[in-house]
């Protein structure tokens, strides 16, 4: 099993903080801005985490 670095995992956390984040902006207020803000933060880790993943471990 390989094991990953902190900052990995911090990557992971922030891609579930702004999945659970854009979720909430979407159903429950009306700020669209800032919906897409942390959508596209989250899409941003993610692609990041994915690159990082493939090319290291």
Do not use: D, Q
Not at 13 to 25: H, K, P, Q, R
């Amino acid at each position: 099993m390989a094991t990953y670095p902190p900052l990995w995992y911090g990557l992971l956390f922030i891609v579930s903080i702004c999945g659970v984040a854009t979720w909430y902006l979407r159903n429950f207020t009306t700020k669209e801005e800032l919906t897409k803000l942390v959508a596209f933060s989250g899409i941003i880790a993610m692609i990041s985490l994915l690159g990082w993943t493939l090319t290291e471990f």
